[in-house]
């Protein structure tokens, strides 16, 4: 069983940034995505950014495309999800993910992830 812990979440004003991280634990082999999923208030649950195993193939959902890095440390176990230019469209709790690299878990089908963190609160300040 594998056990993802998020943290790094807060409150912060439009414009500003925020790093969001992903812990690891217990038998990941085998799941080389991780995606980050957010889900606010009254809306549903949306895939924001997910990478493979080295790291060397990454997608992002259009809204957050060029304003939301993610990256992986493999010798820390950890995810990362940096956010720059946040706006309050990005307030949401968000969630990390493990799952194996197939088509749905590469174009950030929530399906396709087996495995999920508690989420971390991130509220964007207008």
């Known amino acids: 069983q594998v056990q993802l812990v998020e943290s790094g979440g807060g409150l912060v004003q439009t414009g500003g940034s925020l790093r969001l991280s992903c812990a690891l634990s217990?038998?990941?082999?085998?799941?080389?995505?991780i995606g980050w999923f957010r889900q606010a208030p009254g809306k549903e649950r949306e895939g924001v950014s997910c990478?493979?195993?080295?790291?060397?193939?990454?997608n992002y959902a259009p809204s957050v495309k060029g304003r939301f890095t993610i990256s992986r440390d493999h010798a820390k176990n950890m995810v990362y999800l940096q956010m720059n230019s946040l706006k309050p469209e990005d307030t949401a709790v968000y969630y990390c993910?493990?799952?194996?690299?197939?088509?749905?878990?590469?174009?950030?089908?929530?399906?396709?992830?087996?495995?999920w963190g508690q989420g971390t609160q991130v509220t964007v300040s207008s």
């Open positions: 993910a493990a799952g194996e690299w197939t088509i749905a878990t590469m174009t950030l089908e929530a399906p396709g992830y087996k495995s």
């Open positions: 217990g038998r990941t082999f085998g799941l080389d995505a």
């Open positions: 990478i493979n195993k080295s790291g060397g193939t990454t």
